[in-house]
């Protein structure tokens, strides 16, 4: 890699900028959990078993997807980091519908288990206010607008970090985009690890307590 690439890859951000991207996707998560895919997907006898082909077939799409628009290098490359994520989102997000309705789940899918289900392996603490562990049962607090704009911001300052790390590869012909399509491959895969493990369990929706706030 030449010392240009290097210097161009490795720049440090202003917190400025930083806290622009971080607020930016913020909103945009907000908006994106708002739109709850339509799946044809019906309950299964063995969801677990038939939640397989649909996750090898999604990871596969968004390594594909992640991949290729990651191969323009240079500034040209840095313009699709965003695109490459809503790409990727909307790809999980069919998926976490598509397993809820392979446990006949799908009727009751809520944004506050749609935003759990895409992002617990990344921001685990970024949702402590929209869901709640109780031995086997699990309850998801049915938040206001307020609450689950809060939690996507704090989810878009890890997610910023994310593709800031991740614009190293916008400068890497070819071995960035495999690496870059490797991740997609393996976070979508974590995304439904997470919501098979939900939807495996009882689910309960409740009201956001106010105390406190």
Same mark, same amino acid.
């Given at each position: 890699?030449?010392?240009?690439?290097?210097?161009?890859?490795?720049?440090?951000?202003?917190?400025?900028?930083?806290?622009?991207?971080?607020?930016?996707?913020?909103?945009?998560?907000?908006?994106?959990?708002?739109?709850?895919?339509?799946?044809?997907?019906?309950?299964?006898?063995?969801?677990?078993?038939?939640?397989?082909?649909?996750?090898?077939?999604?990871?596969?799409k968004?390594?594909?997807?992640?991949?290729?628009?990651?191969?323009?290098?240079?500034? =040209? #490359?840095? @313009?699709?980091?965003?695109?490459?994520? $809503?790409? %990727?989102?909307k790809? *999980?997000?069919?998926?976490?519908?598509? +397993?809820?309705?392979?446990?006949?789940?799908?009727?009751?899918?809520?944004?506050?288990?749609?935003?759990?289900?895409?992002?617990?392996?990344?921001?685990?603490?970024?949702l402590?206010?929209?869901?709640?562990?109780?031995?086997?049962?699990?309850?998801?607090?049915?938040?206001? =607008? #307020?609450? @689950?704009?809060?939690?996507?911001?704090? $989810?878009g %300052?890890?997610?910023? *970090?994310?593709?800031?790390?991740?614009? +190293?590869?916008?400068?890497?012909?070819?071995?960035?985009?495999?690496?870059?399509?490797?991740?997609?491959?393996?976070?979508?895969?974590?995304?439904?690890?997470?919501?098979?493990?939900?939807?495996?369990?009882?689910?309960?929706?409740?009201?956001?307590?106010?105390?406190?706030?």
């Amino acid at each position: 890699m030449s010392n240009e690439v290097v210097k161009a890859a490795s720049f440090p951000v202003p917190a400025k900028t930083f806290d622009t991207v971080a607020q930016k996707l913020g909103e945009t998560i907000l908006d994106f959990i708002g739109k709850i895919p339509f799946t044809n997907k019906r309950k299964a006898s063995q969801p677990s078993v038939e939640a397989r082909t649909l996750i090898r077939a999604a990871a596969s799409k968004a390594a594909l997807t992640s991949g290729s628009l990651a191969l323009p290098i240079g500034p =040209l #490359g840095m @313009l699709t980091l965003i695109p490459d994520l $809503i790409a %990727v989102w909307k790809i *999980q997000a069919q998926l976490v519908a598509d +397993i809820a309705a392979l446990y006949g789940k799908d009727a009751a899918l809520t944004r506050e288990q749609m935003i759990y289900c895409l992002f617990r392996h990344l921001a685990a603490q970024a949702l402590r206010d929209v869901i709640v562990r109780a031995g086997e049962r699990v309850l998801i607090r049915s938040a206001s =607008l #307020g609450v @689950l704009q809060t939690t996507a911001n704090r $989810i878009g %300052v890890h997610v910023a *970090q994310k593709v800031i790390g991740k614009s +190293i590869s916008r400068w890497i012909p070819i071995a960035g985009a495999l690496g870059v399509g490797a991740y997609a491959y393996f976070d979508t895969h974590q995304v439904a690890a997470t919501a098979i493990e939900l939807f495996e369990q009882d689910v309960d929706v409740g009201q956001m307590s106010t105390e406190g706030r």
